[in-house]
């Protein structure tokens, strides 16, 4: 995103998505490819997140509240995956590829969630007005006036 301190458009949220998944693919690819997953086959856990957000995320490049929404979805379970990466990255190697490895997918995750926060999620619907609370229980009642079980074997 720009320097600039006006929000982008979801559309220009999106290209930045795509940018950051990039990045975000290319760690899943160097992670995949390494010959240190066959004795720490935990290290895979980043690779199926990051391909699982992907794929899902793909076909709405051109829908950017709906790319938003579905991504809104999926970022807690990437950021999940991207802290487990963290933790099992040192134990399977100290090499300088995965310790950069570990920085760029947090990196990519930390970038997501600055962008969905410029994002929220639309409001739940308002509780229609024919619902109302009791005021000594504190249950769901619908108004006196509606029946309170409607029989639907009575025809007319």
């Not at 010959?35 to 992907?54: G, K, W």
């Not at 995320?57 to 995956?81: H, M, N, W």
């Not at 040192?90 to 950069?100: I, K, M």
């Amino acid at each position: 995103m720009s320097t600039n301190t006006a929000k982008p458009s979801a559309a220009d949220a999106v290209a930045r998505c795509q940018i950051i998944f990039a990045h975000a693919w290319m760690v899943r690819t160097f992670v995949k490819h390494s010959e240190v997953v066959e004795d720490f086959p935990e290290l895979m856990q980043i690779v199926r997140s990051v391909f699982d957000t992907s794929r899902a995320l793909e076909s709405k490049v051109d829908q950017p509240f709906e790319y938003l929404t579905t991504l809104r979805k999926k970022i807690s379970k990437l950021r999940a995956a991207a802290n487990q990466f963290g933790e099992d990255a040192p134990h399977a190697s100290d090499h300088t590829n995965f310790r950069q490895a570990v920085i760029s997918i947090n990196g990519c995750v930390d970038e997501l969630e600055s962008i969905l926060k410029l994002f929220p999620p639309p409001a739940p619907p308002a509780m229609p007005a024919h619902f109302r609370r009791a005021a000594d229980s504190g249950n769901l009642q619908p108004p006196a006036e509606s029946p309170a079980v409607i029989d639907t074997n009575d025809k007319p």
